[in-house]
């Protein structure tokens, strides 16, 4: 596919997919109770079902087909460094990718250094601010963000709103910016890894060291509801850890106009599917407790080295959020704590009712399992009662 059609292919393919996401998840609901009735004796009915069965089939088939499509040519542009929106009349791009022509549009306050990462909202670069005299990292937005107006107005609101987080453990963000047509968030430098990439090198970790990275995480997290700011995509890569184990939470205020960021590279679902909660991915309002179950999805994978749900593709693993219990961590990881353990499924209850209603009380909850275990009895007794009743404990 040429890069020239690239963005009005996918355009037509997000609203297409807008369209048909909704029914797809009907059907397979609807195909779900009629599995769970039981065995069809009328042959009628039994065709109907068999039918129905097949329309779901069909219509999964081709949201993961365009899922893997739309993210592929999305993978290949952005990794060639090729990407571009609609040219202008003398032909160039309104977006440089390449490291050269963002060095040159920037070179009047800001020094590139090195590239950091691309993803679904742009390119991110290692930059030395000469007016604040320190390094920065400048996310360079994608331009087929930075072609939507009513999206750059959202985006400008949410960094305003970001920029109130004050907290050694979320980047602090400067400023939203545009020159020459390039616009771009400049932020704090912080030199690290990703915490998704930290997991994948060292698998599950200790109690301690999980608990330390835990507690961290929850305290920038509460001090950005404090200020009445939802991240809706946490996840652990956008988690820096630094060598001495110190955390940054990234991207508060750019989530909810992330148009790329998230299912799909058509952006049908705001959010990462591995960590998104059931109403996330059922489109429906968030509240601070759909942060709450990505953060319960990020202890199941400090404690475990996995996340509790996988899939060949975004939708399987949507569909898995709402409808799939998790496994046990205990049954991945024998050596966590019983009371660990029921931390992470009491954040990870479909229904936001049944979770934590907000960070302190979950960190409490945390710190007690972790810092004061109970006897070896009482964790015997407590596992004999069923999951649900321990969960409302």
């Given at each position: 596919m040429g890069e020239g059609v690239l963005v009005p292919f996918i355009v037509f393919a997000a609203i297409t997919?807008?369209?048909?996401?909704?029914?797809?998840?009907?059907?397979?609901?609807?195909?779900?109770?009629?599995?769970?009735?039981?065995?069809?004796?009328?042959?009628?009915?039994?065709?109907?079902?068999?039918?129905?069965?097949?329309?779901?089939?069909n219509l999964e088939s081709l949201l993961c087909r365009l899922d893997s499509e739309i993210n592929y040519q999305m993978e290949r542009s952005l990794t060639s460094g090729k990407i571009q929106t609609i040219a202008d009349p003398a032909g160039n791009s309104q977006m440089p990718t390449t490291f050269m022509n963002v060095a040159a549009a920037l070179?009047?306050?800001?020094?590139?250094?090195?590239?950091?990462?691309?993803?679904?909202?742009?390119?991110?670069?290692?930059?030395y601010d000469k007016q604040l005299k320190e390094q920065v990292a400048i996310k360079i937005l994608s331009p087929m963000l930075s072609n939507d107006s009513d999206a750059l107005e959202r985006l400008k609101r949410e960094v305003s709103a970001a920029r109130r987080i004050t907290h050694p453990n979320v980047i602090r963000i400067h400023d939203i910016?545009?020159?020459?047509?390039?616009?771009?968030?400049?932020?704090?430098?912080?030199?690290?890894?990703?915490?998704?990439e930290h997991v994948k090198r060292s698998g599950a970790l200790s109690v301690m060291q999980a608990y330390n990275i835990a507690s961290q995480i929850s305290e920038g997290l509460e001090a950005a509801h404090r200020q009445g700011i939802i991240h809706r995509d946490l996840k652990s890569q956008n988690i820096i850890i630094n060598p001495l184990n110190q955390i940054k939470i990234i991207d508060f205020g750019l989530a909810h106009t992330a148009h790329l960021e998230g299912l799909t590279a058509t952006g049908l679902i705001m959010g990462t599917p591995e960590y998104m909660a059931p109403?996330?991915?059922?489109?429906?309002?968030?509240?601070?407790?759909?942060?709450?179950?990505?953060?319960?999805?990020?202890?199941?994978?400090?404690f475990t080295g996995k996340?509790?749900?996988?899939?060949?593709?975004a939708i399987a693993i949507g569909f898995k959020q709402m409808k799939e219990e998790p496994p046990p961590p205990r049954q991945i990881n024998p050596q966590l704590?019983?009371?660990?353990?029921?931390?992470?499924?009491?954040?990870i209850q479909k229904d936001p009712l049944m979770r934590y209603h907000s960070v302190a009380e979950m960190k409490a909850d945390l710190e007690k399992a972790v810092?004061?275990?109970?006897?070896?009895?009482?964790?015997?007794?407590?596992q004999t009662k069923p999951v649900a009743e321990r969960i409302r404990e």
């Open positions: 997919a807008w369209v048909v996401l909704p029914k797809y998840f009907r059907y397979r609901q609807e195909l779900e109770r009629e599995k769970s009735k039981n065995p069809v004796v009328n042959p009628q009915q039994e065709t109907e079902v068999k039918k129905l069965r097949e329309r779901v089939e070179e009047s306050r800001f020094q590139i250094l090195k590239e950091l990462g691309r993803g679904g909202m742009g390119i991110v670069f290692q930059a910016s545009e020159t020459s047509g390039l616009h771009f968030v400049s932020m704090e430098f912080f030199q690290g890894t990703s915490l998704k109403e996330q991915v059922a489109g429906k309002k968030v509240d601070e407790r759909a942060d709450l179950y990505s953060f319960g999805i990020i202890l199941f994978e400090l996340v509790p749900f996988t899939g060949d593709s704590p019983a009371a660990v353990e029921q931390v992470i499924l009491k954040a810092l004061q275990p109970v006897s070896a009895s009482a964790i015997h007794s407590s």
